[in-house]
Every structure is written in C-alpha cells, then in structure tokens.
C-alpha cells in the first residue's frame, strides 16, 4: 500500500454556474449552486486515498460548521486527520464560477494561514514513513518548506503542485523531486532543473519531461460537467501510480485518465474518481 501525505489546503467550496461572465456593475442570474468540499490540499488527499492508498493530511480549519464538515469529508474518504488542527479563523473558502468558456477560483485562506512549521514538525514521523510528500501553494511559506526539508532528510518523494505560483515555489522547487504545473504555471516557472516536470494540458492530456526527454500523453475524450478539482485528481492519482511503477510516463497515463473521470461529475471531492471509475473512461 502506498503511503502518502499531503500537507495544504482545506476549503469549503461555493461553485456557482453562469451563462456567461458578467459587465461591470451588471447583476446576473446564475443556473446553479452547489457547497462541497474543497482545497488543494484536501483534494489531494481524498483522490490518493480513493486509490488504495494509506494518506495522512496535515492543514487547518476553523472551528464553526464548515470546518466540521470538512474533517468529515475526510473521515468518509478514510484521510487520517490527526494532523488537521483548528484555527481561530473562519474555515478557508472557495468562491468558484464557471461558464461555458472557463473556470475562475477565488481563495480566502482563512484557517489555512495559521498552519506553521510547528504543527507540520508534530507530523514530522509520518512524513519520514510515508513514501510520498504532497505540496501546493495554499499554504504559508514556511510550512510547505519544512515539510519538504522534513521529507527530503527521509528520502520522502516530494510532488510539488505550485498552484497558486506563489513565494511558496522557490523556497520549495529545490527540494522537489516531481513539479506539476498547468500551462499559465509552466510560463512562470520556466526552464529549471528538477527530475520530472510535469505540464497538464487540459483536455489535451499532458507533457512529461523527465530530464532531457519530452513525452505527449493524450487524454480520453469526456464530456466536460465540471472542471473543479481535474487538476488535484491529477496530482493524486499520479502520485499513488509513480510510487508504484516509478516510471513518470506511466503514472501520467493513469493521471490523465483521473482528471478525465474527475470532470464528468459536480464538485471537486466528490469527484475524485475511484479506480473502477479510472478504468471506465
């Protein structure tokens, strides 16, 4: 059984579905409204453990209802939380809205700033056990840099998602042994010298470069329900699969198949596919 860990995010997410992108100061009916789960960090860790694996999360969330929802997500999705702690501010949110042409994401940490390097050192053993590190750049500075200093002295495999490409990347990237990036992501970032960087393409599939070499592996067609979330399944999905074969090409095959089975249904944790659900795409 892979054994990972995600140190980020957890946010309680409003997605809203427009028919288009209002003008300024215009005032505009939506089609819809749906509250899930949410954070990049949480996401992560639900799509690894809808996989097999045995996943700890490490994060912060208010102590008011939506953070008492959010732990539960976690518990129905078997994600051990020892290491999720209760701030004094509200529970991080996500404001989503998507329309026929694209998908836009609001982020108020909230909780989530209040996760340090102190409370990541108290999970200091299950990073050294585990054999995979999840990071993104929904957390401070100082916390995901320990725990990729944590992970590193471990010999702990550490997938780096910078997302959002924040202060958080150069004080992570050296310490990174696989970076995961969307094309707007891959621009700022640019050429650096990490094992296997990884650029998702959306319904074009992915590019894996591993060192000198390019690899283009294409996605399945799906029809498109919602976007929110594709990206995590990604991350987690390809995670659980490159600890298993070690081979970058391969896990991204499995990858993008995740996301693919990720954007066919509503919300970002509850579509966290299976992998019953990867192998019907």
């Given at each position: 059984?892979?054994?990972?860990?995600?140190?980020?995010?957890?946010n309680?997410?409003?997605?809203?579905?427009?028919p288009?992108?209002?003008?300024?100061?215009?005032?505009?009916?939506?089609?819809?409204c749906?509250?899930?789960?949410?954070g990049?960090?949480?996401?992560?860790?639900?799509?690894?453990?809808?996989?097999?694996?045995?996943v700890?999360?490490?994060?912060?969330?208010?102590?008011d209802?939506r953070?008492?929802?959010l732990?539960?997500q976690l518990?129905?999705?078997?994600?051990?939380?020892?290491?999720?702690y209760?701030?004094?501010?509200?529970?991080?949110?996500?404001?989503?809205?998507i329309d026929?042409?694209d998908?836009?994401?609001?982020?108020?940490?909230?909780?989530?700033?209040?996760?340090?390097?102190?409370?990541v050192?108290?999970a200091?053993a299950e990073?050294?056990?585990?054999?995979?590190l999840?990071?993104?750049?929904?957390?401070?500075?100082?916390?995901?840099?320990?725990?990729?200093?944590?992970?590193?002295?471990a010999?702990?495999?550490?997938?780096?998602n910078?997302?959002?490409f924040?202060?958080?990347v150069?004080?992570?990237?050296p310490?990174?042994?696989?970076?995961i990036?969307?094309?707007?992501?891959?621009?700022?970032?640019?050429d650096?010298?990490?094992?296997?960087?990884?650029?998702?393409?959306?319904?074009?599939?992915?590019?894996?470069?591993?060192?000198?070499?390019?690899?283009?592996?294409?996605?399945?067609?799906?029809?498109?329900v919602d976007?929110?979330?594709?990206?995590?399944?990604f991350?987690?999905a390809?995670?659980?699969?490159?600890?298993?074969?070690e081979?970058?090409?391969?896990?991204?095959?499995?990858?993008?198949?995740a996301?693919a089975?990720?954007?066919?249904?509503?919300?970002?944790?509850p579509?966290?596919?299976?992998?019953?659900q990867?192998d019907?795409?």
């Amino acid at each position: 059984m892979v054994r990972a860990i995600v140190v980020g995010s957890l946010n309680y997410d409003i997605t809203v579905w427009i028919p288009r992108r209002p003008e300024v100061d215009e005032t505009l009916h939506g089609d819809r409204c749906e509250e899930n789960a949410g954070g990049k960090g949480a996401n992560q860790a639900v799509a690894a453990a809808r996989l097999g694996a045995e996943v700890a999360m490490v994060g912060c969330v208010g102590s008011d209802s939506r953070g008492d929802y959010l732990v539960a997500q976690l518990d129905a999705a078997d994600v051990n939380r020892e290491h999720v702690y209760r701030g004094s501010d509200s529970t991080g949110t996500a404001l989503i809205t998507i329309d026929p042409e694209d998908v836009s994401i609001v982020v108020i940490a909230g909780a989530n700033g209040e996760l340090d390097s102190a409370k990541v050192e108290l999970a200091s053993a299950e990073i050294s056990a585990a054999d995979v590190l999840l990071l993104q750049g929904e957390v401070g500075v100082n916390a995901a840099r320990t725990a990729a200093l944590l992970a590193a002295a471990a010999a702990t495999k550490v997938v780096f998602n910078p997302a959002p490409f924040n202060e958080v990347v150069p004080a992570v990237l050296p310490l990174a042994d696989v970076v995961i990036v969307n094309r707007h992501e891959a621009e700022q970032l640019g050429d650096v010298q990490v094992p296997v960087v990884i650029t998702t393409l959306g319904a074009q599939g992915c590019e894996v470069k591993v060192g000198s070499d390019v690899t283009i592996v294409d996605a399945p067609a799906v029809e498109v329900v919602d976007p929110t979330g594709a990206g995590d399944a990604f991350v987690g999905a390809f995670a659980v699969a490159y600890v298993d074969t070690e081979d970058a090409v391969a896990a991204a095959l499995i990858a993008v198949r995740a996301g693919a089975a990720a954007v066919s249904s509503v919300g970002a944790q509850p579509s966290m596919p299976t992998w019953e659900q990867i192998d019907s795409v």
